[in-house]
Nanobody, 126 residues
Framework: QLQLVESGGGLVQPGGSLRLSCAASGFTLEDYAIGWFRQAPGKERQGVSCINRRYGSTYYVDPVKGRFTISRDNAKNTVYLQMDNLEPDDTAVYYC???????????????????WGPGTQVTVSS
């Protein structure tokens, strides 16, 4: 059974940093395109960043470019989202998700992803 579990969320002051982890069980993350998404209260889930299957090209939405970094540790079967210089608008529940295995490239549309983790809360506040 394919499962994803996020961790690393919490409360941080503006300008601070957090590193989110997305750990997989039942499958090898390197073989899947993986995305990070977030959903703020009252808003739709939106893409944040993603990494392609195997060769690892990465993509970011404009609001997080230069502040967030997605990476993958194949030995730990984990994808990370390093978030620096956090802003109050980054407050949301963050989810990682995997596309179906036939897709090599990632996209930032939530509807294109098949397997989701339960999410981790990130709150940026002073």
């Amino acid at each position: 059974q394919l499962q994803l579990v996020e961790s690393g969320g919490g409360l941080v002051q503006p300008g601070g940093s957090l590193r989110l982890s997305c750990a997989a069980s039942g499958f090898t993350l390197e073989d899947y395109a993986i995305g990070w998404f977030r959903q703020a209260p009252g808003k739709e889930r939106q893409g944040v960043s993603c990494i392609n299957r195997r060769y690892g090209s990465t993509y970011y939405v404009d609001p997080v470019k230069g502040r967030f970094t997605i990476s993958r540790d194949n030995a730990k079967n984990t994808v990370y989202l390093q978030m620096d210089n956090l802003e109050p608008d980054d407050t949301a529940v963050y989810y990682c998700a995997a596309r179906s295995i036939q897709f090599w490239t990632c996209v930032l549309s939530p509807g294109e992803y098949r397997t989701w983790g339960p999410g981790t809360q990130v709150t940026v506040s002073s």
